[in-house]
């Protein structure tokens, strides 16, 4: 391609273009150091300046309380799977447990990963759906001793999102790495919030915590140091050299975000673009969404062909058009198309138009 395509990739993703250009810039001489934003000490003045905007970016387009620590970390979700139930797990009243409600192969895997520090409970599951609904919270099976309820916010997979976050009486603990600042949170409903920052955000190697502070200082003793929060909040989560240029590309999409008018304004834009792709899937006769519509994702839009035999074309022809990585994730087939922050209207446009052109050739 001589021109940039529009990327549905689930992860890592898109970005927005000026913040590239302004990378690019930027490379070679950040700053007038005469140097790049990689080649510095992360304990520097020039990298501390932009790791604390960066913080205070962050805080402000989510409305973070003084309440809530925000911690810049590595190892992404799969990471804070284990990390999770090491720093909260000792809070259960009679002995390690979590309770879990399942909605998603994310979710399965952080089940399988705190089994290993205590029980894992899974209070609900929407298995038996294949994973295109949420289940009731009438019938969730939460547990009294449990230390917190684990949720994800947006199963990237198979496309099911939570439309509002559930209130219970224990601790929410939320993966949100697939719809964090796309939607206006209400930091207060939840006990922490996490995940790779590699889709809504910026590049692959810095996951965020965002973690209540009553919570921290609780961890399982055999917790490795940079596991544990409390450390971690105590030393400006740099007890070992963070992710520095992912920090300051997270930071310029901050401030493109500021500039977009916030996560508010991302959030209409978001339900503008994913209604426009659901409503071209349910008035097609070649489209289709299996995904309950009281939880299809804004974020990853899964759809499949009813004739499974044109699916190679479709992506073939896709990619033609510049239109690139729209296959579903193995596990579920047919189509996927990640529509991110980072994902412009005209993207999406250009991909109903081509489904549409698709469908008429059929
Ligand atoms: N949770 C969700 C919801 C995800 O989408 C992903 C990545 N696709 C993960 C966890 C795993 O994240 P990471 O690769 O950052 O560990």
Redesign the pocket.
Known sequence: FDRRVFNFA??PATLPEEVLKQAADEMLNWNGLGMGVMEVSHRGKPFMACYEETLSDLRELMNIPDSYAVLFLQ???????AAIPMNLMPLAKNGPKADFVVT?I?GE??VKEAAKYGQAHVAASSANTGFTSIPDQKNWQLSDDAAYVHI??????GGVEFQQVPKVSKPLVA????NILSRVFDINDFGVLF?????NIGP?GL?IVIVRKDLLGHAMPITPMVWDWAKQAESDSMLNTPPTYSIYLAGLVFKWLKRQGGVAAMEKQNIAKSNLLYSTIDSSGLFASKVDESCRSRMNVTFYLKDEKLNEAFVEGAAKQGLMNIKGHKSVGGMRASIYNAMPMAGVQALVEYMKEFERGC
């Not at 993966?175 to 697939?178: F, I, L, Q």
């Open positions: 689930p992860g190892g992404g979700a799969i990471g804070e799977n998603g994310w895997k952080s994800c916010s947006n199963e990237t997979v993966d949100v790495s697939s995940g790779g920052a590699q889709k692959a996951s």
